[in-house]
């Protein structure tokens, strides 16, 4: 089974604190992508990455950065927190991009 | 066009059918997806079903894709409190290069 691995389940982070969210999977797949769940609001995709050093903003960059040195790993950062970044995180990847996503359990973050 | 719409609350009582209801707006789109959600954790691939198909039954969970009005469910038979969880409807487009786009979830509560 695939496994996705994000490294906190709960964060508490102060406003204008750097961030970095980690996220791991051990299937050597291409593709890997972050979203934030919001109540009412779904799933929104921050970035994705379809290859190591490669990134592509989705629909709320804004805010953000990510980072992909390794094909295992995507870093989301957030370079200076704000209490409207409080949210559920969620990564994801797949083998190609038409592929089904499989998903981390998620990390929490509460700005304070 | 892109959109994937899901109505946002549905409640079944223990031991009737559910019937989740999505509809999308891409008529180019190649795969259709469901994605169950239990409290705390991450999106867990439920089924899923190509375009050119019409139904799709693996055990309690029937797919049922109606291309002409673009419009996809999820019946889960003999529903049980297990079942509670959202559940988000996600369509991949036939170029295959863009992600996963979601509908925003329905919560599906199962009252015993």
């Known amino acids: 089974d695939v496994k996705v691995t994000q490294s906190s389940r709960y964060l508490v982070k102060r406003t204008g604190e750097k961030v970095f969210l980690e996220c791991v999977q051990d299937?050597?797949?291409?593709?890997m992508f972050w979203y934030r769940q919001d109540p009412g609001l779904g799933l929104r995709l921050i970035y994705f990455?379809?290859?190591?050093?490669?990134?592509e903003k989705g629909d709320i960059p804004e805010g953000y950065s990510v980072s992909r040195e390794k094909k295992e790993r995507f870093s989301l950062i957030l370079e200076s927190a704000s209490t409207n970044q409080t949210s559920m995180y969620l990564c994801a990847s797949s083998p190609k991009a038409s592929s089904p996503l499989h998903f981390g359990n998620g990390t929490r973050l509460t700005v304070t | 066009g892109e959109d994937v719409e899901q109505s946002l609350f549905l409640s079944v009582r223990e031991g009737d059918s559910s019937v989740i209801n999505c509809t999308y707006t891409?008529?180019?789109?190649?795969?259709l997806y469901w994605y169950k959600q239990e409290p705390g954790a991450g999106l867990q691939l439920l089924t899923y079903i190509f375009s050119n198909m019409d139904m799709k039954q693996d055990q309690r969970l029937t797919v049922l894709l109606n291309k002409k009005d673009k419009h996809l469910s999820l019946r889960i038979a003999d529903t049980q409190t297990g079942d509670s969880a959202i559940y988000f409807c996600?369509?991949?487009?036939?170029?295959?290069?863009?992600?996963?786009?979601f509908g925003k979830g329905t919560r599906l509560s199962v009252i015993a």
């Open positions: 891409d008529s180019s789109s190649t795969y």
């Open positions: 990455s379809y290859d190591v050093k490669m990134k």
């Open positions: 996600a369509e991949i487009l036939n170029s295959g290069n863009t992600p996963l786009v």
């Open positions: 299937m050597d797949h291409e593709n």
